[in-house]
């Protein structure tokens, strides 16, 4: 299996812009989180699905973040507009109902947001 | 309000001798904790993990201690070896609210041949 894969690895966006970051989680997995690390704040979830359906988006900062999962194997994480202050790695993992939450994640998109 | 913290950024190590790294949690309904290394320019993978009903886990060169009395676990190394070098996240999970994950900080462990 290929792992979880994350596109693109790298993005440099001017403020305002709109940002699309996507993943494509490990085939069969039912559950897909989305992550950002930072200095501040390390590693904090924003947003999980479970079959698709967003289940827990508390983490979420602001309305600017939207994230959707149209099917099993893909989801994306949009920002809109765009901030310095986004600027982050952000990771997708995923993982089985019945694996004691052992999360596999993807290699992380580095946003940069000037 | 973090739930669970590494106090330590940082730690080093020579090679051979054991790497101890520690994490507190705050939430009392946590039961289940793992522990991740992460390498620069990847994403975390599991190490190793442990359920509240043991005190113990152990695989290979790692094992990770659970007093849940003191709400702390801590992760050993031994020996250590310059490949451990990377930084190490604890993460807690209450089972009955759901497969969210909280992370602590994280430590950067640096082995030094």
């Known amino acids: 299996d290929a792992g979880v894969i994350q596109s693109p690895r790298h993005e440099v966006t001017e403020m305002g812009q709109e940002v699309t970051l996507r993943c494509k989680p490990i085939s069969g997995h039912d559950y897909l989180f989305w992550y950002r690390q930072t200095m501040m704040r390390g590693l904090e979830l924003l947003i999980y699905?479970?079959?698709?359906?967003?289940?827990?988006d508390s983490g979420m900062p602001e309305d600017r973040f939207s994230a959707k999962m149209p099917n099993a194997s893909f989801s994306t994480l949009k920002i809109q507009p765009s901030e310095p202050r986004d600027s982050a790695v952000y990771f997708c993992?995923?993982?089985?109902?019945?694996?004691?939450?052992?999360?596999?994640f993807g290699p992380g998109t580095r946003l940069t947001v000037l | 309000d973090q739930q669970v913290k590494q106090n330590s950024p940082s730690l080093s190590v020579q090679e051979g001798r054991i790497s101890i790294l520690n994490c507190d949690y705050t939430n009392s309904m946590f039961d289940y904790f793992l522990w991740y290394k992460k390498y620069p320019a990847e994403g975390p993978t599991f190490l190793i993990s442990?359920?509240?009903?043991?005190d113990k886990n152990e695989d290979g060169r790692f094992t990770v201690f659970l007093n849940k009395s003191a709400k702390h676990l801590s992760l050993h190394i031994v020996p250590s070896q310059p490949g451990d070098s990377a930084v190490y996240f604890c993460?807690?999970?209450?089972?009955?609210?759901?497969?969210?994950?909280?992370f602590g900080g994280g430590t950067r462990l640096m082995v030094k041949p």
């Open positions: 993992a995923s993982s089985l109902t019945n694996t004691y939450n052992e999360q596999f």
């Open positions: 993460a807690a999970n209450d089972r009955n609210a759901g497969n969210m994950l909280t």
């Open positions: 442990i359920s509240s009903i043991k």
């Open positions: 699905f479970n079959n698709n359906v967003p289940i827990d």
